[in-house]
């Protein structure tokens, strides 16, 4: 099927150089998908650990218990990209449980 471009309000068929580089410009948006999914993960995955940095520090009144599950869940977050190495895996991914 052929593409079609507007020129001032009218419909007109690209022509083969430019389906070409049309083509070429899709197939370049869906290959760079895994790494803006991958970058929107590990932006969400920043944000989390920096929220969470209150639990690191020595006068944030939790007890020892408490105290490990969060580091635990900090370091759940910081290994958490490990291993997502497709859009279908990032897009699936279970993220770690806050304490």
């Known amino acids: 099927m ?9 419909k007109i068929a690209l022509t083969a150089e430019e389906e070409t580089a049309f083509a070429a410009r899709v197939k370049a948006w869906e290959d760079g998908a895994f790494d803006r999914s991958i970058v929107d993960l590990r932006d969400k995955r920043n944000h989390l650990l920096a929220s969470s940095d209150w639990t690191g520090l020595a006068d944030s009144a939790l007890t020892s218990e408490v105290s490990a599950k969060w ?5 759940k977050l ?9 859009e279908a895996k990032v897009k ?8």
């Not at 910081?78 to 497709?86: A, E, N």
């Not at 699936?92 to 304490?99: C, D, E, I």
């Open 71 to 75: 580091k635990l869940y900090r370091q």
């Open 92 to 99: 699936n991914a279970v993220w770690p449980t806050k304490p």
């Open 2 to 10: 052929n593409k079609h471009k507007l020129v001032d309000g009218v």
């Open 78 to 86: 910081r290994d958490f990209p490990s291993g997502l190495t497709t």
